[in-house]
Each structure stands twice: as C-alpha cells, then as structure tokens.
C-alpha cells in the first residue's frame, strides 16, 4: 500500500477476454489489461510509474521532462493538483515558448504545472550532468525532485512489476507499448518464469533494447524476466501515425466498444494483429494486450 491510495486506484487493473475473429482464427486468445481504468487522471502506467516517485518526492516540488504532447506530462501535472505538490515541466522546443499552448500543454498548466521551455539541443543533452543542472537553474528547480522524461527511472521500473504480478499465469505473452522503456522493465520482472513480454516501441532508432536493461540494472540489479521488442510498428517515430493505423484504430472501436489511443495503444493492438497474421504465435496462446493510455478528451 501506498500513501497514495487515498486516491481510489482500482488495483488491481480488470483483465477482459475479448472475441476477434483475427486472433480466433489462428487459435489465439486475446485479454484486454485494462490500465486505463486505474484511475480517471493518472491513467495506466502512468500511475504504476509515478506513484512510487510520487512517495519518494514527501511533498516537494516535482520537476520532469516532455515533448509537447507529453502524456507524462499531463499525469505529472494531474497527480501535482490532485496532491498539492508544485509541479515544473520542461518542455522540448524553445520555438513553442511563442505559440499558443495545444490542448495537452494547456491542460498541464490548468492543472498547475509551470512550464518552461528549452531548446531541442540542451533537450537532447538533458542526461548529462552540467546540462541538467543549467535546466534546471533555468526552470527555477534546483531543489525539485526529479523525475525523467516518461517516469522512467528506478522506482519506476520497480513500480511496474506488479502489473507482471497481477498477469502471472494468466497469459503466455503480455504486449505493452514503449517510450522509454520503464514499464516493459518492470513488467517483465513481474511476469513468471514461462511468461514473456512483448515491447512494441513508438519511437524508432533501435536504442531501446539498451535502455530496458539498463533499467532493469538499475531497479534490480541485473536482468530480469523474458521479454523482446518488436520494431517495425512505430509508424515513422514518435506522434507519428498513419491512415492505416487509424483506420485499423476506427475498426477496433467498432468492433470492441474501446476507445483506442493512438500514438501508444494503437501501434501495440496493430502490431499484435499483424503478429498474429504472420504466424508469430503458436495455436492455443494467450496474449495479453496492456491498454496503458486512454485517448485524450482536450
């Protein structure tokens, strides 16, 4: 238990069996791990990846990292009001400093979050310690808890083995999307010994296989769990989508009753189908599909 649980989390997350002639027909089941019901505002592996930080920040000031359509951001912010924690967000892009805010940056700021913005080549330099210091003397969040860009870190990562716990013999294979690589890190160490994990990442750059296991070092010490990615379903990078995504998206709504976020959950529940075509899973698996985002209302 945490000291967050006042907030109502519903843990652990519903797993639905859902019919899909696509899957059926192959012999596989596909379960729905429905992360986007934990909680209303910190949604999915947003909670998993937060809350434990969330703890460890015992009310200061809580700085992190984000593109402009972050959702990392928006459950940073979110979990800030729902807290009365002071919440700073760096934004990628210098150039937006000048712009009207989107929906998803203008939600954080409702929310309370102070943003400030930094140019795209201190951004990418964000990790080492000189830039990170000067950001951060930048954004007025020298004594800030840090939390990096997608709540990937430690905590995290230990934060997200209870969503392998809570599928443990429940499916052969547990897909989830990726962005940093937290959840899969953790997942992974929380499924059981013939279970295995399916990263399906939404940025491309072949860097992430690295960065889990640099995660899992971290958190565990070494190596836990099996689990592989999947790289051919990013669909150009991050935030980028096609016609066929979002058609595939439409039809899966249709025939589900789910809304389909698409820049993570979209890729993942294409990718898993397209798994499944091919042949990838042998007849009488079960895949468990973790639905980590909702789509974003504005």
């Known amino acids: 238990m945490t000291s967050l649980d006042f907030l109502g989390p519903r843990l652990p997350s519903p797993l639905q069996e859902v019919r899909d002639e696509r899957f059926e027909r192959h012999g596989v089941r596909l379960l729905l791990k429905r992360d986007d019901l934990i909680h209303p505002e910190l949604i999915g592996n947003k909670w998993r ?168 070092e971290r958190a565990f010490g070494g190596p836990r769990g099996t689990w592989a990615l999947e790289e051919r379903f990013h669909c150009g990078g991050y935030g980028r989508t096609t016609p066929e995504l979002h058609a595939f998206a439409d039809d899966f709504e249709e025939r589900h009753g789910l809304g389909v976020e698409r820049l993570y959950v979209a890729k993942m529940l294409y990718a898993l189908t397209a798994l499944v075509e091919e042949g990838a899973f042998a007849r009488g698996t079960a895949v468990a599909a973790v639905i980590t985002g909702a789509p974003f209302a504005g």
């Open 49 to 216: 990846k937060l809350a434990p930080n969330l703890t460890a920040a015992a009310g200061r000031p809580i700085v992190t990292f984000g593109g402009a359509y972050s959702n990392h951001l928006r459950a940073t912010a979110a979990a800030g009001r729902l807290l009365g924690l002071s919440t700073i967000g760096v934004v990628r892009g210098q150039e937006l400093a000048d712009r009207p805010l989107n929906p998803s940056l203008a939600r954080c700021v409702a929310d309370g979050m102070r943003l400030h913005f930094a140019d795209r080549a201190a951004y990418r330099a964000k990790a080492e310690p000189a830039t990170r210091a000067a950001l951060l003397r930048a954004a007025g969040a020298t004594h800030a808890y840090v939390v990096p860009e997608g709540g990937s870190n430690a905590p995290a990562v230990r934060g997200c083995r209870a969503l392998g716990a809570e599928l443990r013999d429940a499916a052969d294979v547990v897909a989830v999307a990726c962005g940093t690589g937290g959840t899969l890190a953790g997942l992974a160490a929380g499924l059981g010994p013939v279970q295995r994990a399916l990263g399906v990442p939404v940025l491309k750059g072949g860097f992430l296989a690295a960065d889990v296991r640099r995660l899992q």
